[in-house]
Every structure is written in structure tokens, then in C-alpha cells.
């Protein structure tokens, strides 16, 4: 499938605010194998969340946007993904992402997406901002290892 | 809990790293991680990335794929562990950009796929921040590409 071109600069704000709890960040942290005392104390005020962790909010924006495209999810691969971070994300933070399409290119036959999601929380404050390009295959493509020819 | 198994390569040096220590070409403390699909299941869960190439060889398969693979973040988070546990504090990341060059092929078996992490201080830039540069290979395979952390060290 192709996508249009015109949807470059649409933004989809994160359903509602995510509150950041305590034990989703351990949950995280364990799942990545890295249940370091920073993320899971229990005696900590604020532990903070792993690196990157800002995807769960990246992965909001990415289901607006399979939903306004109809892009089926299971033909979506990651090709890249940046991080940068004005400060880590706490325990207790309420933050929203706000996800904008920032190009989209055809090239063999995929269709390239570039996505940037500016986290911030509900007193405005900007967080930290995830940039993701992602490739979105056709039902005919065969070979989908990734590779960049 | 268990959490997915993983050794340090190398003995964790005492303390955090200084910035006036440093020099370019440093190595941190390589780590190997294993990775089963009961790890991917979790990761699932924890992250809410539910896509099925994560869980099922049919719709894998169905898409091109030899098997399942492991989500590209789980890799990109072990990586980070690289970086964190050489700096001590995860806070000092600002900065963390990877390029999934190849996927993570994981069996439905006991034994899973093994990731092997590097990495190694590139550039030593203003105010106190490092670059590091970040390798992992599975079956003797890049990963990851372009995989770079930037922090601000004391």
C-alpha cells in the first residue's frame, strides 16, 4: 500500500494522561531484564523509569496513526528509533505523548514513516521527545528481514 | 520473578566513570543477554507492544518472517543497560539512538536467541558529555547499527 503524502504534519495527542505508576515501572524494568534499584526501590519518592521507557507513549501515537491509516500493525517494522531527553521520566510524572507524522517516503516498493512524539507532562513541561521511522509492507512483499539495500 | 538471564562480560569497575578520566576508545563491560519467547511475552505486557510478529510463527511467517522476532526495543533497552550500569546513574543519558539492522530471531525452544552487547567511548564533546558507541550481534550478526548514547558525567 502507498500512503499519501498529505498526511505529513498530522498529530495525534495520547488518548488520556498516562500516570506513571510504581509497580508498571518495575513490571518494565523487570521485563527488560534490568530491575536495577533506581527504577525499583520501594523506599524511593520518585524511582525513575528505564531509558526507554518513553515508548509505551511512543506506541500510543503509533496505534492513532495505524488507525487513521489503516495500517494493519503486523506489517509494521521498526527501523529506527532516537531518544532525547531533557530529563527522565518518574514514578508520579502525568505526561501525554503528542505524536506527528514527520515524512513518509515510498522506496522498494515500502512505505517509510518517520513519527516524532513530544512527551510532556500535564504541567506543559517537555520531557523528553522519541523519533521512530517505521516500514509499513505491502500484503505481496516477501523478504522482510530489514535490511537496508 | 526471575528476569531474563544475563552475565557481565567483564568485572564492573568500582564507582562511576569521570569525565576527566576518560579517554576515546575506552571499553565498557560488554553484557550477553538471552532471550526466550517467554521474555517476549513479558515484554509484551510490560510495554503493551502486542505485535503479533512478537508471539506468533504463523502470522511471522505470514509476513515474511523465518520465525518470530524479538521486539527491536527489548534489544534497544538491554543495550541501554550497557550504558547504565558502566555510568551508574540512568539519569545521565540524554541522548539514545539505534538503527535495527537485522531482527533477533527467537525459537520457540528453552534455549532462545543470545545477544552479545558492547561498547566503547567515541568522543569525549563539551560540557562533560561522552558519546559511547554501542554494538550487539546475535549468531555473529549486527543488530543494531548506528547504536549511540550521549551523557553528561560528572
Known sequence: ?149 | MSAPFATTTAEQPTGSPRYADLEVGHELPGLVVRITRKDLVRYAGASGDFNTIHWSDRVARDVGLPEVIAHGMLTMAQAARVVTDWAGDPAAITEFSVRFAKPVLVPDDNVGAEVVFGGRVAALLDDNVVRVDLTATCDGERVLSGARAFLRLS
Open chain 1, 1 to 149: 500500500m502507498s500512503i499519501d503524502p498529505a498526511v505529513v504534519g498530522r498529530t495525534y495527542r495520547s488518548p488520556r494522561p498516562y500516570d506513571v505508576g510504581r509497580e508498571k515501572v518495575r513490571e518494565f524494568a523487570e521485563s527488560i531484564g534490568d530491575p536495577r534499584s533506581d527504577y525499583v526501590a520501594a523506599d524511593a519518592e520518585a524511582p525513575l523509569a528505564p531509558p526507554t521507557f518513553a515508548f509505551v507513549l511512543t506506541l500510543d501515537g503509533w496505534h492513532a496513526i495505524m488507525d487513521d491509516l489503516e495500517i494493519e500493525f503486523s506489517r509494521v517494522l521498526h527501523v529506527d528509533q532516537r531518544f532525547v531527553s531533557n530529563r527522565p521520566i518518574r514514578v508520579g510524572d502525568v505526561i501525554s505523548g503528542i505524536a506527528e507524522i514527520e515524512s513518509v517516503r515510498e522506496r522498494m516498493g515500502m512505505s517509510w514513516l518517520v513519527i516524532r512524539t513530544d512527551i510532556r507532562t500535564d504541567q506543559d513541561e517537555h520531557v523528553a521527545s522519541t523519533y521512530s521511522t517505521i516500514l509499513v509492507r505491502d500484503d505481496e512483499t516477501g523478504d522482510a528481514t530489514g535490511d537496508e539495500a
